[in-house]
């Protein structure tokens, strides 16, 4: 698969479909960057013979814009920056301009850095996304005229008018991203010097904080619950690192403390 | 059972998942709307000026939580029947369906966007960091499972019961669901954050004798974690911005790198 335009256009798809999850239809949450990203590293590394490197750096991209992102609710009139673009993007951009490079250290750059371009992409994607809301304002009005007019064909076409924008959308930015964005970014990678590399690396193992801190502060609403969540935090600091351990008893504290705070009130 | 089967319906309820394709400023998911009701509207409205009048009428504003929209089409079609019959007069249509929509989106928007995402993100993101390839999979079967629950069964609950079916979803207790899964959410971060925020330093290999590096290094990374959270959600509660804060910590992470204290 070296051939650019080719690969742009797996992207492109790929990003058309998905951007179509995100608000306009089905909402099944494949939008969501931690789907996102796995899926469009799957598919650009079958496509090159390295289906399990691709998919796994779409976890670790998928798992940090899941993170970056998460307090973004589409809410009435508010339009979220497009996590799913962006998701699509940083797997796109890390791994086409990545996957040749021999060494850990510049792979782990190349994808940093499409990351960091993609959180931006992601907001010039909310442009986009209300650009499209902004022409289906005006295809409504031309629904409600052609109705009166006793076209009734109007409001399933007018509709359909509107899917097709937004995957038009999607899958133009993508494809442009895609086709013109990877070779630049592999010369910027390459003209990084090693020492700057790593640090990009510890960029990369930090930047989860914010998410998490976003999430912790959207979920502790107490007093009582800051000290419970202080608790836990020192009780995992010194617990080993078991998701087998960690799941149980976070169902059984959900389980048990909602019973509590039912016989309190 | 009125006019309209089951099929009939199931037809309603997969036109649903195409509730928000026409998005737009003036009436919201309206189109939308009137596109997933329509195989309804023309069963119960002869072709002609009933029909028309049907079409214009839904072309209003509307908006609620895509999941619960469902429900809002079931009792939207109810009442059409009962409308075409005579029984009920133009505005109770609107005004039910105003109420109902407005219920709708405060309960499906606090469930869903609130409390069922943000914890089934947590529960797959403690996955995610142990490398387990199945996550996103795991995510979709997991996050799905209510969607499709209130999508399906929401259009039958609405035509069957009417403006009766909020007195139903009271039954399913979405507040204290909304509450164990704040809690568990909370559990999750607690296990989440001294092990998924990847701290290493230096003086740890330089200064402790081999048999506490382990215990040191975990307790740094655990407390230099946590520190760490509790310094971006003071600048979230300042209201600062998340991509602000995050190029904060980049700038932070190349600095420390820079001075070696952070590898």
């Not at chain 2, 079967?141 to 009766?164: A, E, K, M, S």
């Amino acid at each position: 698969m070296h051939d650019p335009l080719w690969s742009a256009f797996i992207v492109a798809l790929i990003g058309g479909i998905v951007d179509l999850d995100s608000t306009a239809t089905w909402q099944l949450m494949v939008s969501q960057p931690i789907v996102a990203a796995p899926l469009t590293g799957l598919f650009l590394g079958l496509s090159t013979g390295q289906a399990a490197a691709g998919l796994k750096l779409g976890l670790i991209l998928g798992a940090i814009l899941q993170l970056v992102w998460i307090e973004q609710l589409p809410l009435g009139m508010n339009v979220p920056p497009d996590a799913a673009l962006a998701s699509v993007l940083s797997v796109a951009l890390g791994f086409l301009a990545g996957h040749r490079y021999e060494s850990y250290v510049e792979r782990e750059v190349c994808s940093t850095v499409a990351l960091l371009l993609s959180v931006a992409l992601g907001l010039l994607g909310r442009s986009l996304d209300m650009l499209v809301r902004r022409l289906n304002t005006t295809i409504n009005l031309w629904v409600e005229r052609s109705l009166e007019a006793g076209k009734v064909w109007a409001p399933a076409f007018g509709h359909t008018l509107g899917g097709f924008c937004t995957f038009s959308k999607a899958f133009l930015f993508c494809f442009l991203v895609a086709w013109l964005g990877v070779e630049p970014l592999r010369y910027f990678t390459q003209s990084l010097n090693f020492a700057q590399n790593t640090g990009f690396i510890v960029i990369q193992g930090l930047l989860p904080a914010v998410g998490f801190a976003v999430l912790a502060s959207m979920c502790i609403q107490s007093r009582a619950e800051f000290r419970f969540f202080l608790g836990g935090l020192a009780l995992f600091t010194l617990l080993p690192a078991s998701i087998w351990l960690a799941i149980p008893l976070a169902l059984a504290t959900g389980w048990v403390l909602t019973r509590t705070a039912d016989g309190a009130a | 059972m009125g006019q309209l089967n089951r099929w009939h319906l199931l037809h309603v309820a997969f036109r649903s998942f195409f509730l928000q394709a026409s998005w737009n400023y003036k009436g919201m998911m309206n189109m939308g709307f009137l596109y997933a009701i329509q195989p309804g509207l023309d069963l119960i409205h002869p072709e002609g000026p009933a029909r028309e009048a049907a079409y214009a009428r839904h072309l209003e504003y509307f908006n609620t939580n895509p999941y619960f929209s469902p429900i809002v089409m079931g009792v939207t079609l109810e009442l059409e029947e009962r409308l075409a019959r005579g029984e009920i007069a133009e505005d109770i249509i609107h005004d039910t369906k105003e109420g109902l929509m407005t219920a709708c989106a405060a309960i499906g928007d606090g469930f869903f966007w609130g409390a069922w995402r943000p914890f089934v993100a947590a529960l797959v993101l403690t996955l995610a960091h142990g490398n387990y390839l199945a996550t996103p999979i795991i995510f979709l079967i997991l996050y799905n499972i209510p969607h499709l629950y209130f999508r399906f069964q929401g259009v039958f609950w609405g035509y069957r019961l009417g403006t009766d079916v909020i007195r139903l979803l009271r039954r399913f207790q979405i507040q204290r669901a909304r509450l164990a899964l704040r809690y568990a959410t909370v559990a999750l971060l607690c296990y989440l954050i001294p092990n998924h925020v990847n701290l290493h330093t230096t003086f740890l290999i330089t200064y402790l004798p081999m048999e506490w590096f382990f215990l040191g290094e975990k307790l740094v990374q655990g407390v230099g974690a946590s520190l760490l959270v509790g310094l971006a959600a003071l600048a979230y509660r300042a209201r600062i911005d998340v991509l602000m804060i995050s190029f904060l910590l980049m700038l932070c992470a190349l600095v420390l790198y820079h001075w070696g204290i952070l590898i």
